[in-house]
C-alpha cells in the first residue's frame, strides 16, 4: 500500500468518526445502557468517555474480560470489561464473597455469568450491525471503532466497558444525517480580520530607495474588478465593484508614477535586482455574509475597505504606507509616508550630530584670533591639535533603505 493510500484511509477514517457519532450516541449507547439494566434488573449509569479509531490509550492500565462474539465469518464483536466492574457485578448479582476477587481466578458459574452478559447485550444491538460478509479489499482496509463508557452505580464510579468493532459492521452509519442546529446566515452579521490583498508588481532595488512621498506605485499584477483576501496559507479571489472616485489621470496624477526603468543600466549590480513588491490592506474587518459571498463568487461591496491605508511590503517588510488610486485598468499606491530603516535613522542622527560640531566649530574659529591676542606667543605643547569631526556631513538624498534590509533569491546571482 502506498504512502498516498494510507493518508487517503486515514482521511476518510477521521471523516466517517465524526459522522457516525450521531449513530453510535443515539442507538447504540441507548441500547448498552438498557441491556445491562435489565440484565441486572439494577440502575446503572453509563457515562460515554471516547470514541476513537486509534489504538485506545484507556485500554491500558486495567485487566479486561474479554469476549469475541462472531458477527459475520471475518467480522467480531469484541467486548472488554475492566475487572473492577466484573467484580462488582458478581457481588451484585451472587452476593459479596469474601475471597479475594481475582479475575484470572473466576469460578466456572462466575464467568458463565460475565459472558452471558456479553451475548445478552449482543443480541440487543445485533440490529444495528451489518451482516453483509464483507469483501477481501474491504477488511484489507478497514479499522476498528473503540467505544469506551465509564460505569456507575448511584454515586458510585465502578470501571469501564469497551465495544471494539470493525468499521465496515456499523450498518447504515454513513446515512445519518445531521441537521445543524445553527447556519452561517444566523452569524452573518458577526465581523472577523482578514487582511485583503490588492495586487502585487516587480521592483528594482534603486526604485524602492528613491520612493518619496507623493510618488505612485504602480501594481502590474492587479485588476480593478478582483481584489483577494489572505490567511496565513491561502489566498482567496473575489469579484468587486471598482470605486469611480479612486480613478486619477496619469498626466494629471499630483505624483510620479514609478515604473521599471529598462533603459538605464544600473552601474551598481544590486540596483538592478528585482523583488516582489505587495500591497494589501491590514486587519480589516469584514462580516461572516461578505466572506459567504466571497466564497460564493458574488460580486461583494467592499467600500469599507477604502477608508484603511494600505501598505506595501517587501519580503514581508513594510517599506511605505498610501492610498489605492486607479489607474487605467490596474491599481496603484499613492504614498503618503515611507518608512525608514534603523541604518537610515542611525545615518540622519550621525549628520545632525556632524552639522552641530561643524557649527561649534566656526564659532571657535572666529574667537579664536581675538584670544590669541591676549595670550604668550609661546604655545603649550597640546596647542596644535585640533577637535575632530567622526563623520563628514551626510550627502543630500541619503537612501532610506540599504541591501541587508531584504533578503534577496535570485539564482541569477
Request: hydrophobic letters at 35%.
Amino acid at each position: 500500500m502506498t504512502v498516498a493510500e494510507k493518508e487517503k484511509i486515514l482521511k476518510t477514517d477521521k471523516h466517517n468518526l465524526f459522522k457516525d457519532y450521531p449513530w453510535f450516541y443515539n442507538d447504540f449507547f441507548i441500547k448498552v445502557q438498557h441491556s445491562i439494566n435489565e440484565f441486572f434488573q439494577r440502575n446503572f449509569q453509563l457515562r460515554f468517555m471516547s470514541i476513537s479509531s486509534n489504538e485506545n490509550v484507556l485500554l491500558y492500565g486495567d485487566e479486561y474480560f474479554v469476549n469475541k462474539i462472531p458477527v459475520v465469518k471475518n467480522g467480531d464483536l469484541i467486548v472488554k470489561i475492566s475487572s473492577n466492574v466484573v467484580g462488582y457485578l458478581l457481588d451484585c448479582s451472587l452476593g459479596v464473597d469474601e475471597r479475594k476477587f481475582e479475575l484470572n481466578n473466576l469460578t466456572n458459574i462466575e464467568a458463565r455469568l460475565i459472558k452471558s452478559l456479553t451475548v445478552y447485550i449482543y443480541g440487543k444491538i445485533e440490529n444495528l450491525l451489518n451482516k453483509n460478509e464483507p469483501s477481501k479489499k474491504i477488511i484489507q482496509n478497514s479499522y476498528n471503532y473503540n467505544f469506551t463508557f465509564y460505569i456507575k452505580d448511584e454515586d458510585k464510579h465502578i470501571g469501564k466497558i469497551i465495544f471494539e468493532i470493525p468499521n465496515y459492521l456499523i450498518k447504515n452509519a454513513e446515512n445519518v444525517e445531521i441537521n445543524d442546529k445553527f447556519s452561517i446566515d444566523d452569524f452573518a452579521g458577526s465581523k472577523v480580520a482578514v487582511s485583503i490583498g490588492v495586487g502585487k508588481s516587480k521592483i528594482a532595488l534603486n526604485e524602492i530607495k528613491a520612493i518619496e512621498e507623493g510618488d505612485i506605485i504602480l501594481l502590474e499584477n492587479s485588476n480593478i474588478n478582483f481584489m483577494y483576501v489572505k490567511n496565513e496559507t491561502q489566498e482567496y479571489k473575489f469579484k468587486i465593484n471598482p470605486n469611480p472616485s479612486l480613478i486619477i489621470s496619469i498626466d494629471n496624477n499630483g505624483g510620479n508614477v514609478m515604473e521599471e526603468d529598462t533603459s538605464v543600466k544600473s552601474q551598481n549590480m544590486w540596483d538592478s535586482i528585482l523583488v516582489d513588491i505587495v500591497a494589501e490592506f491590514d486587519n480589516v474587518k469584514l462580516t461572516l455574509g461578505e466572506l459567504k459571498q466571497i466564497s460564493e463568487g458574488l460580486v461583494i461591496d467592499v467600500g469599507c475597505v477604502y477608508d484603511h491605508k494600505i501598505k506595501l511590503r517587501v519580503e514581508n517588510q513594510v517599506i511605505a504606507t498610501g492610498e489605492l488610486v486607479i489607474l487605467d485598468d490596474r491599481y496603484g499606491v499613492r504614498i503618503d509616508s515611507v518608512k525608514k530603516n534603523k541604518n537610515s535613522a542611525s545615518k540622519t542622527a550621525a549628520a545632525e550630530k556632524d552639522s552641530t560640531d561643524k557649527a561649534e566649530n566656526e564659532t571657535a574659529k572666529e574667537k579664536a584670533p581675538q584670544e590669541q591676542k591676549a595670550q604668550n606667543t609661546a604655545k603649550p605643547a597640546n596647542a596644535g591639535a585640533e577637535k575632530k569631526v567622526k563623520n563628514p556631513q551626510a550627502k543630500q538624498g541619503d537612501e532610506n533603505f540599504d541591501y541587508s534590509d531584504f533578503e534577496i533569491e535570485d539564482e541569477s546571482i
